[in-house]
């Protein structure tokens, strides 16, 4: 087996922030508001902090991807699949010019690799696979929102990449614990591995 600190050494990795944005965790928006367990997301932010300072300090690469919707970008299927949910039109989540698709508790600093996305994977209809390869990196470390969806979604489509792929799993959430361990458990038995915070940090941290 390869240590972990070989495995995600910092010369070659990426920590990937998926969808930390206020319709999704912050109080009085989408999630929230719709009644979402919001508990486990903001625990998932705070392991999600502690994993940027650990990979700013490490110079570990950090990606931060969000998806801002358009009425214009709402696909066919989606609003089709939204209808088959018993809603008429696609949910006007994360809409551009709208405070719900900010980021909400993180950011990026100058520097940090910035992805739009209108759908659920970081990799479709973006860039991102060719700003990786361009800096150099061969495994994705990701964390964020939520874990059945966008992180799922994203993490699928960078193993058929050809990235190794890890996932912090206290550092992502689902609106529910037994989605959230289901999901883990699934990408585990097919795409990526997943990690704890600590032992992530741990492995980016310098001996003394």
Known sequence: MIP?????APVRAALLVIDIQNDF???GFAMAQAGMDLP?????????EALLAAARAAGVACGFVRVVTRPETDTRALKR?????????????????TEGA??????????DIEIEKTLYSAFVG???????????IETVVLCGLTTDCCVDSTARDAFHKDFDVFIARD???AFDSRTHENALAILAAHSATPVSTDDIIAAWTPAP
Do not use: K, N, S
């Open 4 to 8: 972990l600190a070989q495995a995600i």
């Open 25 to 27: 965790g912050a109080p």
């Open 40 to 48: 486990p997301v903001e625990a998932a932010i705070t392991r999600t």
């Open 81 to 97: 699949f939204m209808a088959r949910q018993g809603m008429p039109e696609a949910m006007a989540i994360c809409r551009h010019g």
């Open 102 to 111: 900010a980021y909400y508790r993180v950011a990026p600093r100058a520097g």
């Open 126 to 136: 973006t860039d991102l696979e060719v700003r990786l390869h361009a800096a150099g």
């Open 171 to 173: 550092a992502c959430a």
